[in-house]
């Protein structure tokens, strides 16, 4: 499928979806937002692909809302509340659509990481920032509350004082910073990203690939469930993975004292 504002690379197991509108700092509209629901749709039905990046181009990851987009809107289309419906419902359901993904998502950040580009990269697994990157909740600065799934995912990881302190003031932090606050798992230097990236990824796709589907299900429904039904869950799917070929190969290989090579089945 060709794409307008992004890129799908696939090479062996990796899949990269590049935000390509470098000139906007890959700021999200309706128009991006649709193309990216669709490049996580194609990764999901790739049997091949085991693991996504997503990147963006240029020297950003994503700068949040389109607010060209915005004020098109309110001006010249006279319906100030329209960027707000049909786009904002578009991008909600593409980062939905990344945490709902079965395959491992890794966020490779830098430069700029700001309003909802800030809340897709929570939307990720895993996230992984080049020294320098400038992190920031931006909604609050022209009077807005953070969407795409920032009042849910930031709260739960670093806590609600923190998550207040970055809503609230609409200021800027460090990759270092919350690296600290267990935001990310690592922060490397600026040139090394993508080789740092490329070696994570290449781990997690020798992982079984099906257990991490599911525990990154067994993760997200963990939020709206009971705990006893969360402990018969648990009992449910491992059943599931004990007849897969992987944990066959899992057992033998601690058995036989050798690396075990899973398959994804």
Known sequence: MEFKLLQLETKDSLATIRLNCPEKLNALNEELARELIKAVELC????????VVLTGAGRAFCAGGDIQEM???????????GFF?????AIHEAA????????????????FVSGAGFSLALCCDFRIAASGTKFNQAFVNIGLVPDTGATFMLPRMIGIAKAMELMCTGDFVTAEQILSWGLL???????SLEVEVQAFARILAGKPT??????KQLIYESYGRRIEDHFEFERLVQLKLSHTLDFEEGIRAFVEKRTAVFQGR
């Open 96 to 111: 939905l659509r990344i945490t709902r993904i079965s395959k491992p998502v890794i966020a490779s950040l830098r430069g």
């Open 210 to 215: 099906k257990a991490i589907a599911h525990i």
């Open 44 to 51: 999901e039905e790739d049997s091949v692909v085991r693991v």
């Open 85 to 89: 419906d049909k786009p904002l419902r």
């Open 71 to 81: 004020i098109r809107y309110s001006e010249e289309m006279s319906d100030p509340l």
């Open 185 to 191: 798992n690592k922060v490397v230097p600026a040139d």
